[in-house]
């Protein structure tokens, strides 16, 4: 069991937007802003694709967005594409572990 | 060019012991927060261990007194030393670097390193 919570899938047409929400408790997401979103592709390592829960390192597309609220952090794509197929995964900072701890992750598939 | 290229990992019996290396380029590893973090076949990531650029090391309770990090500044290489290995540590192995307030934040990751523990 994950210490972040987030749904197997998810699934959108091209063009359209989804949300990918990502539960945890007042430890980790709802007591702090160290938020982040991790992109992954088939055998590839992770990509960082949102930090400090809405923030995009250069080169992000701008397609992609976070946020928050309470215990639960969400991230947004607009405009799907099929390279966003993927897996996604949220993580935070949780005080009680003192470093970082992840969700399961989620599988976007564009129809 | 940042890159990280992990080596080591292999199939280990039961109670066994590996060293995984994480040798990067483009970067000083020993100025920054270097991670392991590990993803059983199937599942979701887990963070194992990072080392502090001043030397500091911190541990996942799941591989506590089991497993080291380590690095060697002359050789820019990370290394993770596993023992008394379990089934359960079973998975690919990434090093990556972490930056931000904390260093909470992973922006450049190896291509992973597979490691199955199994008899």
């Known amino acids: 069991q994950s210490a972040l919570t987030q749904p197997a899938s998810v699934s959108g047409s091209p063009g359209q937007s989804i949300t990918v929400p990502c539960t945890g408790t007042a430890s980790d997401v709802g007591d702090y802003n160290f938020v982040s979103w991790y992109q992954q592709h088939p055998d590839k390592g992770p990509k960082l694709i949102i930090y400090d829960v809405s923030k995009r390192p250069s080169g992000v597309s701008y397609r992609f967005s976070g946020s928050k609220s309470g215990n639960t952090a969400s991230l947004t794509i607009s405009g799907l594409q099929a390279d966003d197929e993927a897996d996604y995964y949220c993580s935070s900072y949780r005080s009680s572990s003192a470093y970082v701890v992840f969700g399961g992750g989620t599988k976007l598939t564009v129809l | 060019e940042v890159q990280l290229v992990e080596s080591g990992g292999g199939l280990i019996q039961p109670g066994g012991s590996l060293r995984l290396s994480c040798a990067a380029s483009?970067?000083?590893?020993?100025?920054?927060?270097m991670s392991w973090v590990r993803q059983a076949p199937g599942k979701g990531l887990e963070w194992v261990s990072v080392?502090?650029?001043?030397?500091?090391?911190y541990y996942a309770d799941s591989v506590k007194v089991r497993f080291t990090i380590s690095r060697d500044n002359s050789k820019n290489t990370l290394y993770l030393q596993m023992n008394s290995l379990r089934a359960d540590d079973t998975a690919v192995y990434y090093c990556?670097?972490?930056?931000?307030?904390?260093?909470?934040?992973?922006?450049?990751w190896g291509q992973g390193s597979l490691v199955t523990v199994s008899s």
């Open positions: 990556a670097r972490g930056v931000g307030f904390g260093a909470f934040y992973f922006d450049y």
């Open positions: 080392i502090y650029s001043g030397g500091g090391t």
């Open positions: 483009g970067f000083n590893v020993r100025s920054n927060y």
